[in-house]
């Protein structure tokens, strides 16, 4: 895209532009006045630098002297943050304000703002929830047990909170934004409650808590190695669990021992079977005599009618003829070849049968191999069984340990909290309702809206000029059609007469087209590729210019005549020195009553007087019409409309009259309109 395109654009969608941008500003500042308000409330904590010591020798006499723990500002921040994250504080909350209740939202009295954002508030919400809605409704997936809306609210509870420290200070600030301010208040309120709780179960001294533990983990370990070790034992021999491994294994020997001797009995039956075909075979024409085994198979069969039927015809001719008469001898033959394929149909059939024999052993000796396998692993399930309640014992009783230990760490933790010195969090100011919104904010909105709008704006409009791939300027017809631009006419030609503003450029196409005549292009179709390009205007044009250039005659032939037009003589027209005449069994829409030939013949009959003929041919993809006429012509002339036709409808054309044998000379461009201030352009 170069710069004249760029400046095009603009000058054309100015007034797009302006009503998207001011479009977008308007829906800014409605969307910040109807769009449900965010509020923000927050409550702030003080954090003491604080040193912890254990001088405990009775329970701890290696540690007799004090073991300072001291942190920085941030890290110590960094630390309260999480402890106001966990799920301890979160659970406390969670659990004192009811959260997994829906929160009421009453419609407000009447209609005003607060209703339209009342509306948006239930709407938000609907859409959020309508996937779990649907899936629910469709019984893809259970409502969420209480359970699970319990973890869910923590999460969305941990999500809202607004945890971070203030620059350049010891003050951690916990905040929290929503649509209804005291919901927000109240839940701030309630964590700024738990936490200090928690930071002091934290942060207490470790004395007899860290005895138990040392104690506890060392049990958890236990418990988990065992836990480890059935787990593994399980999976390296394949047990689910003793009983259904004993069962399973048996249903398969049970499966595989009946299928064994079904396919066992397949074989003795198929051993019996060829074995009486090898019986028949051994005597003499065996295969030529029909027996029972032999006849189970249907191309057996077959071949024996065939040949019952060429025996009888050679008792019937030897009945007649002498053995030497050439058609006994072809009979003869016949039943030679015939009792040959008999023997080749049998042997093929033992083949195949012996074949499936092989597979049925082959299978047998797979079943028998995979048999044993079975009863391999079935042997050593009694030492399994032993183990593995072994393993269950051992679990059970490391699990008695650990809940004893746990239950003694416990007591620990009740008998410290009873000392609160180690809090060491001060809060400075409680969460308060808050009376002004945060969010839409319409200054906010407006700064950044103002000048991305426009932005915006050209966007779009370049995306819609960019789609729309039409003759835009004179340079577009030699660049897609591959011709000059033999005229630009900036009006919309809808009259008979040339427009002032048109003479010019039509007085140039004149001459180009009279420069064509003097090579012997004297026969010069107009057309267009769809209809309402003004192609007919544009030949009526070109007559006129023509024959007012000079002492010359034109003949203006129009295909758009009504039928009952055939061997009409050219007749004067308004102009001087122009005379129309209509094809012959021509009509707009109809096909071509006389071929190309003799069309051709009628063009070159009434042109005969004239300097130069100009045919008005309908549009070239629409009718065929102007596909015969371009076929009688020398040269074409393409009329395309600026902005309007399309260039791969154009191109389309073109082939059209390069298929028909007229030589496309150049294209016409109708209807441009200057966006561009004619003294912008000429320096573009």
Not at 293 to 310: A, Q, T
Not at 492 to 499: A, Y
Not at 632 to 660: F, H, P, Y
Request: charged fraction near 25%; glycine fraction near 6%.
């Amino acid at each position: 895209m170069g710069v004249w395109d760029i400046y095009f654009v603009l000058f054309k969608h100015k007034w797009r532009i302006i009503f998207y941008t001011v479009a977008i500003i308007l829906a800014l500042i409605l969307f910040s006045f109807c769009w449900p308000p965010t509020f923000q409330t927050s409550a702030k904590f003080l954090l003491e630098k604080t040193t912890s010591t254990i001088s405990d020798p009775a329970i701890f006499p290696q540690h007799t002297t004090s073991l300072l723990r001291s942190v920085t500002g941030q890290e110590e921040a960094n630390n309260e943050t999480q402890i106001i994250l966990s799920r301890p504080v979160l659970e406390a909350v969670v659990r004192q304000l009811n959260l997994i209740e829906p929160r009421p939202d009453p419609a407000p009295p009447g209609i005003g703002l607060s209703k339209i954002q009342w509306m948006l508030r239930r709407g938000i919400v609907f859409v959020k929830s309508l996937p779990r809605i649907t899936l629910e409704a469709l019984h893809i997936i259970k409502p969420a047990a209480p359970e699970r809306k319990f973890e869910k609210e923590i999460g969305a509870l941990r999500g809202r909170l607004l945890v971070h420290q203030i620059a350049d200070s010891d003050v951690l600030e916990i905040g929290m934004k929503g649509w209804f301010p005291d919901q927000i208040t109240k839940e701030v309120r309630a964590v700024a409650v738990e936490y200090p709780r928690y930071h002091l179960a934290v942060h207490q001294s470790p004395t007899t808590v860290a005895f138990f533990d040392d104690h506890l983990e060392d049990a958890r370990k236990q418990l988990s190695d065992l836990e480890q070790e059935l787990a593994d034992y399980r999976s390296d021999n394949g047990l689910i669990s003793m009983d259904k491994t004993e069962t399973t294994l048996l249903e398969k020997i049970e499966i595989l021992e009946r299928e064994r001797i079904n396919l066992r009995k397949e074989i003795l039956s198929l051993e019996t079977k060829l074995d009486r075909i090898r019986s028949v075979l051994r005597t003499k024409d065996g295969a030529l005599i029909p027996s029972p085994e032999i006849n189970n198979f249907d191309s057996v069969v077959k071949l024996h009618d065939e040949l019952l039927e060429k025996r009888l015809s050679l008792e019937g001719l030897l009945e007649r003829y002498t053995p030497e008469n050439p058609q006994v001898q072809a009979a003869r033959a016949d039943v030679e070849r015939t009792e040959a394929m008999v023997r080749n149909e049998v042997e093929r059939i033992v083949g195949l049968e012996e074949a499936q024999l092989a597979n049925w052993r082959a299978e047998d000796q797979a079943l028998a191999r995979t048999l044993t396998d079975l009863y391999e692993q079935q042997r050593p399930l009694p030492q399994h069984r032993l183990k593995v309640e072994q393993l269950d014992r051992n679990i059970r009783e490391a699990s008695g340990l650990y809940e004893a230990i746990l239950k003694k760490r416990a007591d620990s933790q009740l008998t410290l909290a009873q000392d609160a010195r180690m809090v060491k969090v001060g809060i400075l100011n409680q969460a308060m309702p808050p009376v002004d919104s945060v969010w839409p904010d319409l200054f906010m909105n407006l700064l950044v809206g103002v000048p991305l709008a426009p932005v915006v704006s050209l966007a779009v409009a370049f995306l819609v000029e960019s789609l729309r791939s039409t003759f835009k300027r004179e340079d577009d017809i030699p660049r897609v059609l591959g011709v000059p631009a033999l005229a630009v006419i900036e009006h919309k030609l809808t009259g008979k007469r040339i427009v002032e503003s048109a003479r010019e450029p039509i007085r140039r196409a004149a001459s180009i087209l009279l420069e064509q005549a003097s090579h012997g292009a004297r026969r010069v179709l107009v057309t267009s590729s769809i209809s309402g390009e003004g192609s007919a205007a544009v030949a009526s044009f070109l007559a006129e210019a023509i024959a007012a250039g000079g002492n010359r005659k034109v003949l203006l032939v129009t295909g758009h005549a009504t039928r009952g037009a055939d061997g009409a003589a050219p007749q004067e027209s308004g102009v001087p020195g122009v005379s129309t005449v209509a094809a012959p069994g021509t009509a707009a829409g109809d096909n071509v009553v006389l071929t190309r030939d003799e069309l051709k013949g009628w063009v070159d009959g009434v042109s005969r007087n004239f300097d130069l003929t100009i045919v008005d041919a309908p549009p070239v993809l629409e009718s065929s019409v102007a596909h015969a006429l371009a076929g009688a012509c020398d040269v074409a002339v393409l009329v395309v409309a600026a902005e309007s036709t399309g260039q791969t409808v154009a191109d389309r054309a073109r082939m059209r009259i390069k298929e028909a044998g007229a030589e496309l000379v150049g294209g016409v461009l109708t209807g441009y309109e200057r966006y561009i201030p004619a003294s912008l352009e000429q320096r573009l």
